[in-house]
């Protein structure tokens, strides 16, 4: 006959470990709404209770799978050991263990608390004697809340995105199914995952910590007495992407709505500056120029502006989210550029935004370029300026000016009235016969701000016979080069003896080649300025240098200079062709 001591566990549901002395007596299937609370009852014993003093008994419970040596039980009387964080505070010891009571109190339970759970005992210095009772376990199943059902609601947009260093705000009403006069208390909390227990980021119940990353940017919005639990978050981070519920609680009720989380998801921050630049930008007119971020949160960490350019600007008023800028533009400003750069100090993101400066100015730089053939000669950036040139020859002259808006460049003679007609209305004159355009020519660059003329003065010379009566040939350079426009002609009607007119550079050098000399090389000599008395080099065969011939002799650009031949020169005159006369040239300045 069995004993009754032993015949009563099993009636109850226990089990008995034969020959051993094991026996635990549980309730093996458990099932609780969720957010619920509930009450396991449990009793055990173990064959060497009676040998061993109070205070060295230690019971667990363990989740099924988990490692009795590694992993955290989920309730303990043992100070040694750490419970798991999502079970710490809802998973307690209800009775004594020296009472072979092992009852479990669970509360709040969660859906994610389903599982199976086994029972464990330690006994003895060093926890000599130990057992886990797994062939009795005890099944927890978690059902849905009630929620579900038309007694709780829950109004709210469950999936929101939101870009990093903005704000975000998630409208949201709740009711529950008893009437109160008491304080309604509400709570936010981030659902914990893995290890990590639930996180309170906002309440309006008074001595509760909320979580350190979540303190002065999760705010409750609306009135919870209202039934509003509306949230409110700033300075958003990447870090806050995570799952979220709401909670109430009023006369020592409480209630989570699990079944209706939200979703929030932070991505990175696309949006850029907004650049407000006047329609126009005057050169030499101050203008405020304005960079905003109105899509930044009022209520958010204020952000930080800078502005980079090399155009001359000052720092002007500022706003929460604005700075203003003032800058006094300069032609050379055209086209540089300005940045904005707003940094967010609360997420550590920084954007910026570049623009164009378009500065609107007056014509200016207005240069005439003299060109014979393919090649540019000269170039005149002064008025009044005089250029001889030879009788019949063709020239081409090209006008550029730099202004915004582009310029308009037409050529006048003389010096133009406001509405006189052009000769030209583009930038270059052609002159096929100088001699049929002798005199004043006028380039004029105009745009909507003004206009501004640049002349140059034709002054027309006759070429004449050879005055050594020789195949005499003149050339001329400069310090890099020939210089295209020297040119050696008569002052006078041509003489063996005659003078001669130079045209050429500054610094420009003269050689005289002589063919087939029959007679001693001639010296040169210089009239107008000591340059002719520099120091002459005779080269052979009817070769002869002058260097330097203007380098010295003109204080100003391409001067022209008389040069002599002594009287070894002397021979009978050879005129080209009919015998012609020439005017008197006067000395012209070419800049």
């Keep these: 006959m069995v004993p009754l001591l032993l015949l009563l566990p099993l009636l109850w549901g226990g089990s008995l470990q034969e020959g051993r002395g094991y026996w635990l007596q549980v309730q093996e299937s458990v099932t609780v709404p969720e957010c619920l609370d509930v009450n396991v009852t449990c009793s055990f014993s173990d064959p060497w ?4 003093p109070a205070g060295q008994l230690f019971i667990y419970w363990f989740r099924e799978g988990d490692d009795i040596r590694s992993s955290e039980p989920v309730a303990t009387n043992d100070p040694r050991r750490a419970v798991k964080q999502e079970t710490q505070g809802r998973f307690q010891l209800l009775g004594d263990p020296e009472s072979n009571d092992c009852s479990l109190s669970i509360r709040d339970a969660r859906m ?3 599982g199976v759970y086994f029972f464990r005992v330690e006994r003895g210095e060093r926890s000599k004697y130990k ?11 978690v059902t849905a809340s009630l929620a579900q059902d038309h007694w709780y609601q829950l109004e ?7 870009q990093e260093g903005l704000c975000v705000q998630v409208p949201c009403t709740f009711s529950y199914p008893w009437g109160s006069f008491g304080t309604t208390s509400v709570s936010w909390f981030r659902k914990g995952a893995g290890r990590k227990r639930d996180l309170l980021v906002a309440t309006n119940k008074l001595g509760q910590k909320l979580h350190e990353g979540s303190q002065g940017r999760f705010f409750l919005l609306g009135d919870p007495q209202a039934n509003n639990c509306s949230l409110s978050i700033r300075d958003v981070n990447a ?6 519920f709401f909670q109430m609680e009023v006369d020592f009720r409480k209630h989570a709505y699990r079944d209706k989380p939200l979703s929030l998801e932070v991505t990175a921050l696309s949006l850029t500056p907004h650049i407000l630049v006047p329609e126009s930008l005057e050169s030499g007119r101050p203008s405020n120029l304005t960079c905003a971020v109105p899509w930044a949160c009022e209520g958010g960490t204020p952000p930080i502006f800078s502005w ?3 155009a001359l600007t000052s720092l002007g008023p500022r706003t929460a989210l604005s700075s203003v800028v003032t800058l006094t533009p300069r032609p050379q400003d ?3 550029s300005l940045t904005c750069q707003v940094m967010l100090p609360a997420s550590g993101v920084t954007v910026e935004r570049t623009v164009r400066l378009n500065v609107t100015y007056a014509p200016q730089n207005v240069t005439i370029s003299v060109c014979q053939g393919s090649r540019t000669a000269l170039k005149i950036r002064q008025n009044a300026s005089s250029l001889p040139v030879l009788e019949g020859q063709a020239l081409q002259l090209r006008c550029v000016a730099d202004g915004n808006p582009p310029v308009q460049l037409s050529w006048f003679r003389g010096s133009p009235a406001p509405k006189a007609t052009p000769i030209s209305g583009t930038a270059t004159l052609e002159l096929p016969d100088v001699g049929t355009v002798a005199g004043e020519v006028t380039c004029r660059a105009q745009n909507p701000l003004g206009s501004r003329n640049l002349s140059l003065s034709l002054s027309v010379v006759c070429e004449c016979g050879d005055p050594w009566g020789q195949n005499t040939c003149i050339r001329g350079w400069g310090w890099g080069g020939e210089a295209p426009l020297t040119r050696l002609l008569p002052r006078s009607r041509p003489t063996a003896a005659g003078s001669l007119l130079l045209l050429g550079g500054r610094g420009s050098a003269l050689q005289l080649l002589l063919p087939s000399p029959a007679r001693p090389l001639p010296a040169l000599a210089a009239g107008g300025g000591a340059a002719g008395r520099e120091p002459q080099q005779r080269l052979g065969q009817g070769h002869l240098q002058l260097r330097r011939a203007l380098g010295q002799q003109l204080p100003e650009p391409q001067r022209g200079a008389q040069l002599r031949p002594q009287s070894q020169l ?3 005159e050879r005129p080209r062709g009919a015998e012609r006369h020439c005017p008197a040239v006067t000395r012209s300045e070419v800049s």
């Design 49 to 52: 209770s009676r040998w061993y």
């Design 112 to 114: 994610s608390d389903t």
């Design 131 to 141: 057992y886990s009772y797994r062939d009795k376990t005890l099944k927890l199943q």
């Design 156 to 162: 709210l947009q469950q999936n929101v995105t939101v």
């Design 239 to 244: 870090g806050d992407s995570g799952t979220y």
């Design 308 to 310: 980079t350019s090399a």
């Design 334 to 336: 055209h086209g540089a």
């Design 570 to 572: 002397r021979g009978p």
